[in-house]
């Protein structure tokens, strides 16, 4: 990950915090705040980042980077169904990259 995207994830994730730290959130019954933990890179365009919340527990937020715009993070909570779709979304990825490859010009 290069230091200027770097840098973008770094604010979209400190940007994230203050935004989900809001008394008057709308789901945010109990007025937790938020504040970044750890940013772990997962790959070029994406990220987990930890976040420890005012209740002594932590939250986990997606992050993917698209390039087109000027480039930009986004993010959100994925559930478990969520991650258990992602799983099956990469085989079928795979599927669909294998056939494509014979349709290049070579």
Request: glycine share 6%.
């Amino acid at each position: 990950m290069n230091r200027e995207i770097a840098k973008k994830l770094n604010d979209k994730a400190k940007a994230m915090a203050w935004a989900f730290s809001k008394p008057e959130r709308e789901f945010n019954g109990t007025n937790e705040s938020f504040e970044v933990h750890k940013i772990n890179p997962l790959s070029e365009d994406t990220a987990a980042v930890t976040y420890n919340k005012s209740s002594g527990k932590k939250a986990l937020m997606f992050f993917y980077y698209r390039k087109n715009g000027g480039g930009n993070w986004h993010c959100w909570f994925p559930t478990d169904s969520h991650i258990l779709g992602m799983q099956y979304f990469g085989e079928l990825k795979l599927k669909v990259e294998v056939f494509n490859f014979d349709k290049n010009e070579m």
